[in-house]
C-alpha cells in the first residue's frame, strides 16, 4: 500500500472522462488498496481515480471511517429529495461551497470481483455518491457551489 499523490484543480487528469473497468488486475488492485490508504491519510470521505491521476472508474467512500465502500464503474440508478449543504473536496484544498444534491441515490456498481450490486445512500452518503462520481466524468463540485466558494479550517465533507 502506498499513499499516492492527489491531484489539485487546475490539473487536466481531473477534467477527463474516465474508462470503465472490464478486469480486475494486481495493478487494479494496487490501486484500490492505495485509493483507501490515500483517503484514509488525507481524511477525505471518499476518492475518485483520477484524482490520484488514474483515468478509471473506480471510487472509495467511507463517510463514518468505519464502511469502507468500493464502487466499480458506478451508475446512479435512482434520485430523491433535496439537501442543500457544505461540500469541499480534497483535489480543491481549504475551500468549501454550498452544493445541492439528492438526499437519497441508489446505485449499480460493481465490487472487486466484478460482480454487480446497488447500494443506497442517503444524507451524507448519497452526496458523496453524486460528488464521486461525477469526479469520473471530469466534474468537480466548484462547478455546482450556489454563490461564493468559501474559504475554510475544516470543512464537513472533502473527498
Ligand atoms: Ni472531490
Do not use: W
Request: proline share 5%.
Amino acid at each position: 500500500m502506498a499513499i499516492r499523490n492527489i491531484r489539485e484543480i487546475g490539473d487536466p487528469v481531473l477534467n477527463k472522462s474516465c474508462k470503465t473497468v472490464t478486469e480486475i488486475t494486481d495493478r487494479t488492485r494496487q490501486l484500490i488498496d492505495d485509493m483507501f490508504e490515500t483517503m484514509y491519510d488525507a481524511e477525505g470521505v471518499g476518492l475518485a481515480a483520477p484524482q490520484v491521476g488514474i483515468l478509471k472508474r473506480i471510487v472509495v467512500v467511507d463517510v463514518t471511517g468505519e464502511d469502507p465502500i468500493l464502487l466499480i464503474n458506478p451508475v446512479i440508478m435512482e434520485t430523491s429529495g433535496e439537501q442543500t449543504g457544505n461540500e469541499g473536496c480534497l483535489s480543491v484544498p481549504g475551500k468549501t461551497g454550498v452544493v445541492t444534491r439528492p438526499n437519497y441515490v441508489k446505485v449499480k456498481a460493481y465490487n472487486e470481483n466484478m460482480e454487480p450490486f446497488e447500494i443506497e445512500g442517503t444524507e451524507l452518503l448519497a452526496r458523496a455518491f453524486c460528488h464521486e462520481i461525477e469526479h469520473l466524468d471530469g466534474h468537480l463540485y466548484v462547478e455546482k457551489v450556489e454563490g461564493e466558494l468559501m474559504n475554510t479550517e475544516s470543512p464537513d465533507f472533502e473527498d
